[in-house]
């Protein structure tokens, strides 16, 4: 369906309103450093085999993404090893570099714990961290706890011991339910980071957020958090646990997913996945992608691309400024994230904290723009964008105020003081 920009007027004016409390101003960059996606280059019958050249590779460097996460598999067929891991090794080489997961060997594989130097043979040029067993919790094997406890283990202690991984973090194991991490326990000493999967389920991002966060807490301890997998799937004919969405609702999402996340502190969103396994809208794990799985870019793969664009900014750490401002007008149920450039230029993130699609009903969610003002301290040069259409700004004035309607997907003003 056609993109309909959102009615946007510049308002000049020398009045001020009552400034805004002091905010966290963070990298842009930082936030663009955050995200991440899932692959599945084994997937050989699948567009990630038979769409390597054509499709993942090109879209996904186009995309802008600079953190990928995959399996860490060891098996005794050089031709398999180098097939997959030269992939990685491929983006690797443009800046992009992988998660590996580990998980127990099967028949007639060495297991990655045990081939550890075999797996940095072939994929350590696109390593950059190693996670333990995958929702392991949802095996149905007997000893799945012990083996989750000992494969943990054996994992920190390899990734630890060896001198050209010992840097790289090692994430802890994933529950594929969250409660069941108290069976597990405490591994707080072998990972660097634990590890939530918290779909929102066809909900706002939000959903299950805080609720994986507590109930992993056994066994993650403080160790800071990332989350190796979330996302939306557009099954619409799915008629399962955890609901699908339209493409549309999944475009306006997946930014304000992104943004949530890292504002709530964590360090690193990967979506999954890349691109449909296939092309029933009756099977939901074959509907997870950014893209459809003919290379067709669905609404957030877009999105995502011209966010990226938008606030992409390479470069050292560097400490950020403060923007003074105040929204005046309809802002209940509006949230905000500032960030800055290293050239000073600043970037306000605001959207609506609002549920775009309703997957009981199966169909779009209607959210009526809110009406603000946003009042800036001083006049300041201003661009406006907005990520679902375009990675170009859709106005640009100078002025202190900016009157605007607000949708359900974020709107990035640029503040150049």
Known sequence: M???????????????????????????????NSIGVNLHLSYFRTAYGTGWATIIKPRLLALGIRHVRDAGAVVPDDRWMQTVYGRLNELAEHG?????????????????I???????HFALPAAEGFEGLNEHDLSRRPNWVEEVRTSQQALYTAV????????MPVYGPSMGRARNASQVGDLSLWMDFGNIHPYPGGL??????????AKVKVLTGDRPLVVTETGYHTAVDWTGEHPAVSEEAMGRYVPRLLLDYFAAGISRTYLYEFIDEGQSLADREQAFGLLRSDGGEKPAYTSLRNLIRILEDPGPAFPTGQLDYSLQGDAAGLK??????????????????AQSYDP??????????RSITLQLATPARLRVFTPVGSSDPVREAQGNALQLAVPDSPLIIEIRP
């Open 2 to 32: 056609p993109f309909l920009l959102p009615w946007l007027a510049l308002v000049l004016s020398s009045g001020f309103g009552a400034p805004a409390p002091a905010t966290d101003v963070r990298s842009a960059d930082d936030f663009v």
């Open 96 to 112: 992009v570099r992988a998660n590996l997961m580990i998980r127990l060997p099967r028949a007639g594989e060495d297991g990655t």
């Open 114 to 120: 045990p081939g550890f130097a075999r797996l940095l």
């Open 160 to 167: 630890k011991a060896d001198p050209r991984t010992r840097d």
């Open 204 to 213: 706002t991002p939000l959903t299950n957020l805080r609720d994986h966060e």
């Open 336 to 353: 905000t994230m500032v960030l800055q450039k290293r050239d000073g230029r600043y970037y306000l993130a605001i959207w609506q904290e």
């Open 360 to 369: 009981t009903a199966r169909r779009e969610a209607l959210v009526p723009d």
